[in-house]
Structures are given as structure tokens and as C-alpha cells.
């Protein structure tokens, strides 16, 4: 028996959801007095590093090139390694990725599936797993009850903890299917940590009145190391670029520290973002229902505050 994950990376890089992943799996693992256990799929040198977050062993499925992403062929590639590992647990981080799985391999093995969470599950008389629901009104909790169980995990639901350890390595071959998808070009944004990932994020809505108005919000962005976000409305006038929109219909993030500037905080934006730690909103007007959702507001017209509190930070930074 084992708690399984799988270590998401790219170009020899484990992404941060895979410590995540590593420290949520190692607490559940101890739990339930078992071992966690990391599944690595394609090229990937340094594969043990992941025992510094928790992993007790890594199951490395290994290529000499990068696999692109095909979700048929990583459920082969994880419902394998939980065989091997006999995993009663399989996590997955809520990405993009983990979504495309969860179903899948959920089918493939019989496995009970909550997408979403973001406690460790209750395994005093059952597996009870915890998420926002109603869009972060309320928590859900669904007890799984199929031997196999499989959990997607929220970003920044957990802190990774960092030891000494190294994780041992096997090797498992696996006759995986052709892909069935080819990838013909990726592009990434460089120098700015994706948005969840990101422990700050600077995000602003329509409020800002016009696009050539945002070098404001970037500043206050790169004096906090954060990265930007927009409303849906922004997005889809193409006042910014989509993979910025958060809320319902866009990403949903859980950053320690969210601004939310000239945005009215309408229930589908707070579906994406009412998770976060500590929210910051900057608004005009007083009756605007984010203020509901705030830690802390700012009354103001956002073109006074935004460059005060940026000029603040930088002396607060400056005198450090
Ligand atoms: C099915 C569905 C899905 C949706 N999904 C999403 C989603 O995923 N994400 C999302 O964001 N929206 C989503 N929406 C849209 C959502 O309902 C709101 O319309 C949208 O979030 C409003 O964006 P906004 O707050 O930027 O703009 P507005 O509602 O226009 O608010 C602008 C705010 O800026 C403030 N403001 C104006 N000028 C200033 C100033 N000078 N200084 C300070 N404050 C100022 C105003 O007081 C106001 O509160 C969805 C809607 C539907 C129907």
C-alpha cells in the first residue's frame, strides 16, 4: 500500500505543484502509516530530488526525450505505477494536467475521484475529502469509499516542506501507447512565475478604464515580485492577454496575497479567487461587494492609491 503522485516538471524542472504534491502525499502517508511514493514520466535527470519534499521513492517511466502531454498515455503511465506501488491513494495537482487525468484514470481503475481539495482528507472511519464549493461559500465533504482513491489538489493549499532527504529511484518500463497527440510548439512566458503558482498576484478589472492605463498595475507587480491577473471583461476585450483572466470561467487560484484593483468583485470573479489568504481590494466605490470578501480596503480612486502604496513598498523595500 502507498500514497502515489505524480511529479508534474518541465525541462528537467519539477513545477512547484510536484512539492506540493510530495508534502500533501508524505502527511497523508503518515496518516495512514504508509509510504509516498513519486511517479515520474519522461525525461527528467535528478529525479531523487523530490525525496527533499517528502517523496520515500520515485518510479521513474523514463524517455531519452520529452513526452508531450497525452492524457491516454500518462493514465497508462500512472495506472502502471500505482500497480507496481499498489497505491491505494493517487494524487494529482489541480492543473490542467491533473484535470485531464483525473477522469481518465478514475475510469481505468474504479477509482472514486474529488477534484479540488484542499485539506488533507479525514481517514478517522473513511476517506473524507474536503473542497470549496458553491463558489467558496461553503466546503464540501465527500467520503470516498472505492479501494482506490484519487484526489486533485488545489495550488497553494499547501506550503512544501524542504528537508535533506534524497528519494531512491526505480526504473519501471511500460509499453505506453503512441501519443496520439503531437505537440508542435510550446510557448512559455518567460521571468514570470505562472499564475498558480504565484503567492502574489496583482490583479485589475475594468475599473482601470483603459489598457494603456496598466503600467501602474505592472509596477506595483514588480515591486511586489508578483504576477498580474484581470477580470473576464478586461480579457475579453482584449485589454489583456486571456491566460490572465481569473474566476469562474477562467483560473482559479488560492495566491497568499491577492489585489484585487477596480474590479466590483461579482460572484463568478470570486469563484476563482475567494480562496486566497489575505485579499487586498482597492475600490471607489464603498458599496462594492468585494469588500464583503476583503482582509483589508482601500476607498480610493485606484490612480491615486495604486502609485502611493507602490512608492510605499518601494521605500519599505529600500529601508530593509
Ligand atoms: C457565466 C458567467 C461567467 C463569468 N465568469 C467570470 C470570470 O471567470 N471572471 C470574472 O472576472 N468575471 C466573470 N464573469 C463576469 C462577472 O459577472 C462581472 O461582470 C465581471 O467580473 C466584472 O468585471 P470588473 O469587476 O472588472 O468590472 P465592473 O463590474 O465594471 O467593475 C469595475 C469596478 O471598478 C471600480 N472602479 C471604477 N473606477 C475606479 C477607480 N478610478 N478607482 C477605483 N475603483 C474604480 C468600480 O467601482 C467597480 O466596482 C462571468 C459572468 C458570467 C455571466
Redesign the pocket.
Known amino acids: 500500500m502507498s500514497v502515489l503522485f505524480l511529479a508534474e516538471h518541465q525541462q528537467d524542472n519539477y513545477k512547484k505543484s510536484a512539492f506540493e504534491a510530495a508534502t500533501f502525499s508524505k502527511k497523508l502517508a503518515e496518516k495512514l502509516g504508509t509510504t509516498a511514493i513519486g511517479v515520474v514520466v519522461g525525461k527528467m535527470n535528478n529525479a531523487g530530488s523530490l525525496g527533499k519534499y517528502g517523496a520515500d521513492k520515485v518510479i521513474h517511466i523514463q524517455s531519452n526525450q520529452e513526452v508531450s502531454f497525452d492524457s491516454q498515455v500518462y493514465t497508462e503511465a500512472i495506472a502502471a505505477a500505482a500497480n507496481q506501488s499498489s497505491a491505494k491513494v493517487i494524487i494529482l495537482a489541480h492543473s490542467s494536467t491533473g484535470k485531464a487525468l483525473g477522469g481518465r484514470l478514475s475510469a481505468k481503475l474504479k477509482a472514486g475521484l474529488v477534484s479540488g481539495v484542499n485539506a488533507l482528507p479525514d481517514t478517522d472511519g473513511g476517506f473524507k475529502a474536503r473542497k470549496s464549493v458553491f463558489s467558496g461559500k461553503a466546503q464540501g465533504i465527500y467520503n470516498i469509499t472505492s479501494d482506490q482513491k484519487i484526489l486533485t489538489l488545489t495550488g497553494n493549499a499547501v506550503k512544501p516542506v524542504r528537508s535533506e532527504n534524497e528519494a531512491s529511484v526505480e526504473t519501471l518500463d511500460v509499453a505506453l501507447p503512441p501519443a496520439r497527440i503531437s505537440v508542435k510548439e510550446v510557448k512559455t512566458v518567460q521571468g514570470i512565475v505562472p499564475l498558480p503558482e504565484a503567492e502574489i498576484v496583482v490583479s485589475?478589472?475594468?475599473?482601470?478604464?483603459d489598457p494603456g492605463n496598466w503600467g501602474i498595475i505592472e509596477e506595483l507587480a514588480a515591486t511586489l515580485g508578483a504576477t498580474t491577473a484581470?477580470?473576464?471583461?478586461?480579457a475579453d476585450a482584449d485589454w489583456r492577454p486571456h491566460h490572465e483572466?481569473?474566476?469562474?470561467?477562467?483560473i482559479a487560484i488560492r495566491p497568499n496575497l491577492y489585489f484585487a484593483?477596480?474590479?466590483?468583485?461579482?460572484?463568478?470573479?470570486l469563484?476563482?479567487v475567494n480562496t486566497s489568504k489575505v485579499i487586498v481590494v482597492?475600490?471607489?466605490?464603498p458599496e462594492?461587494p468585494?469588500f464583503k470578501a476583503a482582509d483589508y480596503g482601500v476607498v480610493?480612486?485606484?490612480?491615486e492609491?495604486v502609485p502611493k502604496l507602490n512608492e510605499a513598498l518601494k521605500a519599505f523595500k529600500a529601508a530593509q
Open positions: 485589475a478589472g475594468r475599473g482601470m478604464k484581470c477580470s473576464r471583461p478586461v483572466h481569473v474566476g469562474q470561467t477562467g484593483i477596480g474590479i466590483s468583485g461579482a460572484i463568478q470573479h469563484a476563482g482597492i475600490n471607489k466605490d462594492a468585494f480610493g480612486d485606484l490612480f492609491v
